[in-house]
């Protein structure tokens, strides 16, 4: 155990010396393939697909279609009551990336399911930015399918509380969603979002088709199953990321013997999920805070642009931009868009940076060096999304993802929670004594205040199971949303299954850079292999750019590598660059 561990650690102490050839901004071969894939990143965002979903007749039997970029799509009809299976369907939107390695070929080795986490996510979307990188790290044997759950994004029925796009832009764009905004904005900001989220519950009930009960979590996990055994197979292989945790530990205690190779990848705690607490993330969001404080000062003037000599120093400058964005917030114009930097964007934005420390550590801190110089566009554009756009025909924004879908899940999911207010100020003071963003994390639990009042007969748990085959969980050290420990609470109800450690910042493990790990998600997938109970890998490098490494260890470290580690150290490098799980609810 310990010489593995030596010797892992002895290869990533060279791999740090690759900071400036394969993960440096600077760098001309990662402007390259950042810039290459921020183009992508655009198109995803836009809500009309260059592909047409409705060229795709849905049916029974997985009929693939040529789509996108040499990928493949499917529309799969399950049943959407699967206690009256024949009443009325539902349809799962599919992508594909067909296996390098021929289907008949005996080194060819079945689908991956992924789900990307939110609730809410876009399988779809997950695999068509990261489709490279991810069958680097799996090798060529496997299929991989990212695929929009019941109710989200190109799957149908689509949940939707609102007649039209514009009346959802009115009612929640322009930073107006209680999702949006800090519990600390103003005064009345709890009481504001509280009021808010009355009105949606009451929406999703007046509006609702008959299918809105149906979109949950267990019927999801039938799905799945049903996705594998069109594939004339019974064992789900799936790596499933932070709400794909939830999916993946409800369909192993759902179908413990249809588990073929299984990774759940920040590890929510499925037990505070179903019950609606929310009240566990949090746990490790300050330490994933300060790792950006402290890596700022680690870094220097060199490698921080918002550097200061002591931690105390940032946290101060910091403390001093959202005393100024409270007083007076900064109108912002770009090429794209328009809008407030305010307490409540910056608030967000260092939030969501935590996700992605690799891709958003340096761009945060240039934007918050900027911002104390009196410009805030650089923060804006941090999280800019295009304009609103109407459109004549309704049909192009048919497939478009919505935030309502998300919250569909998780109060369904959920146990019925009181409306009362003062039940939700006591929750909020209490989720704060756990964290100092507890700010941002409440609106979560609050979508569902007024939820429709439909039976609460699915699968919630328990989360206890001898599966087919022991599960992989994977947890980050200061992960901001899902903590380590929560990986370790929810292995010890599946028999065998192992925590894997990854020493690193960031919310699941594509977020930072580590061979170590990705090797062991390698073999389990190809050979079985689970890692040594304890097993900590560690990251290449740290968010910030190491700026006294020359040029010398570059190239001694490069020849070092065999071919297949270089080809791994790019897609963990491309991961980490540009992995980005949906935050609950938007």
């Known amino acids: 155990m310990v010489g593995m561990l030596t010797r892992v650690g002895v290869q990533c102490a060279l791999f740090v010396a690759l900071w400036f050839v394969f993960l440096s901004p600077d760098s001309p071969y990662a402007r390259h393939k950042v810039q290459s894939h921020g183009e992508a990143s655009v198109q995803v965002a836009l809500a009309k697909d260059e592909f047409s979903w409705e060229t795709i007749v849905p049916s029974e039997t997985l009929n693939w279609t040529d789509c996108y970029f040499g990928h493949q799509c499917a529309r799969f009809k399950v049943p959407l009551d699967y206690s009256h299976p024949e009443a009325a369907f539902a349809t799962i939107a599919m992508r594909r990336v067909r296996s390098i390695v021929p289907h008949d070929s005996p080194e060819y080795r079945g689908p991956i399911l992924f789900n990307p986490g939110g609730p809410g996510g876009s399988g779809v979307d997950f695999i068509g930015g990261l489709a490279a990188p991810i069958a680097t790290i799996v090798g060529p044997g496997f299929d991989l399918i990212g695929f929009d759950p019941r109710g989200i994004g190109r799957s149908t029925p689509r949940v939707s509380f609102y007649k039209s796009r514009v009346e959802r832009e009115l009612w929640g764009g322009s930073g107006q969603s ?146 100024s ?201 190809v050979d079985g292999t689970l890692p040594p109970p304890g097993t900590v890998c560690p990251v290449i490098a740290g968010p910030f750019p190491a700026v006294d490494v020359e040029t010398g260890m570059d190239a001694q470290a490069i020849l070092t590598l065999s071919a297949a580690d270089r080809s791994l150290l790019e897609a963990v490098r491309e991961s980490s660059m540009n992995f980005n799980v949906r935050f609950p609810g938007l």
């Open 178 to 323: 209680a999702n949006l905004l800090s519990m600390n904005a103003s005064a009345d900001a709890l009481a504001r979002s509280w009021a808010r989220a009355i009105v949606d519950g009451t929406l999703a009930g007046e509006r609702d088709d008959g299918s809105l009960r149906f979109i949950t979590t267990d019927h999801t996990a039938r799905d799945m199953l049903r996705i594998v055994q069109a594939h004339g197979r019974d064992k789900l292989q799936y790596w499933g990321f932070s709400y794909g945790s939830v999916l993946g530990a409800t369909f192993a205690s759902m179908f413990p013997d249809n588990v073929g190779r299984l990774v759940i990848d920040g590890v929510v705690d499925s037990e505070n999920y179903f019950a609606v607490e929310w009240s566990n993330n949090l746990i490790d969001t300050d330490k994933t805070w300060m790792t950006f404080v402290n890596g700022c000062v680690a870094a220097g003037p060199k490698g921080c642009a918002f550097f200061a000599p002591t931690a105390a120093e940032i946290l101060e400058n910091v403390d001093k931009l959202y005393a």
């Open 325 to 525: 964005l409270r007083a007076r917030p900064i109108p912002v114009r770009t090429d794209v868009s328009f809008g407030l930097v305010d307490y409540s964007l910056l608030r967000r934005t260092i939030f969501t940076a935590l996700y992605s420390p690799y891709g958003r550590f340096a761009p945060l801190a240039q934007a918050l060096a900027d911002l104390s110089a009196g410009n805030a566009t650089a923060l804006f554009k941090m999280s800019e999304l295009p304009a609103f756009e109407c459109a004549c025909d309704p049909s192009m924004y048919r497939f478009e993802s919505v935030g309502e879908a998300g919250s569909a899940v998780l109060c369904n999911d959920g146990k019925r929670i009181p409306q009362d207010y003062e039940g939700v100020l006591a929750h909020y003071k209490k989720l704060s004594a756990t964290s100092s963003w507890a700010d941002l994390w409440e609106p979560v639990r609050m979508s569902c205040l007024a939820w429709p009042d439909f039976p609460k007969t699915h699968f919630q748990g328990p989360f206890v199971a001898n599966t087919s085959f022991p599960l992989l969980l994977l947890g980050n050290t200061a992960d901001p949303v899902t903590p380590l420990w929560t990986a370790k609470k929810m292995s010890q109800g599946f028999a065998g299954s192992v925590v894997l450690t990854q020493d690193s910042a960031g919310h699941c493990s594509l977020s930072a850079p580590s061979i170590c790990t990705q090797k062991y998600v390698h073999d389990y997938f």
